[in-house]
């Protein structure tokens, strides 16, 4: 257990859904990211958040919509995906957002898009 | 902005041999180099890192290395053992303020019992 939180763990959708996946930290950390994992590519950093505020949308379409309620929660609202946005979805946290390098990761939610 | 290359994509080791994972990176003002496990249904961890500042840093079984001149950094696990059998990534980062770390692609090792 990392102590970031992840649900849920699987997601399929269809194309027209509108879902959202959550992530919950209890690490007592400020900052809050958005990381996609497709095969054989790098993580991709989709969304970072300091202190409830986003500071970073690394060019992400806007049918990902990403909720910071609080430092503790992180939410990912997704509507009308594509099929190339099936991945690994996860979340991390660290101490500060200038503390990227303590990051500490969910186990990810696993989406396939029909 | 930073690239960072790994490789191989994949290894097999015997049981009780040893792994090295090398990567490249492009940005010289990238300071900080990470290394991450990810096992199979959870997310990546932490496992050790090295500052630009550092030649060599070893954690019982595993050492990573950088040569700053050349860009490159690798991560040397000996003794192999099952457990070690995972997907690691390297990554590069500058450090100070806000700054993003960029991953590899990720190195499958298969440790063969």
């Known amino acids: 257990e990392t102590g970031v939180t992840q649900t849920p763990r699987h997601l399929v959708m269809g194309m027209t859904n509108k879902k959202s996946l959550k992530c919950e930290q209890h690490l007592g950390h400020n900052a809050m990211y958005w990381y996609k994992q497709s095969a054989k590519k790098p993580l991709e950093l989709m969304f970072v958040y300091s202190l409830e505020e986003r500071v970073e949308n690394n060019s992400v379409p806007s049918r990902f919509s990403p909720e910071c309620p609080n430092s503790s929660h992180l939410f990912l609202h997704l509507h009308t995906l594509q099929p190339e946005d099936s991945a690994l979805y996860l979340c991390?946290?660290?101490?500060?957002?200038?503390?990227?390098?303590?990051?500490?990761f969910g186990p990810g939610t696993r989406l396939t898009v029909t | 902005g930073e690239n960072v290359e790994q490789h191989p994509s994949t290894l097999s080791v015997q049981e009780g041999d040893s792994a090295v994972i090398k990567c490249t990176y492009s940005d010289s003002a990238s300071n900080y180099f990470p290394w991450y496990k990810q096992e199979l249904g959870k997310g990546p961890q932490l496992i050790i890192d090295i500052r630009s500042n550092v030649g060599e840093k070893k954690d019982q079984r595993i050492a990573v290395t950088l040569n700053k001149t050349a860009k490159h950094f690798s991560l040397h696990i000996t003794e192999t053992q099952p457990e070690d059998s995972a997907v690691y990534f390297c990554?590069?980062?500058?450090?100070?303020?806000?700054?993003?770390?960029?991953f590899g692609t990720g190195t499958k090792l298969q440790v063969i019992p």
């Open positions: 990554a590069a980062s500058p450090e100070g303020g806000y700054q993003k770390v960029t």
């Open positions: 991390a946290s660290s101490p500060t957002s200038g503390r990227v390098y303590e990051q500490y």
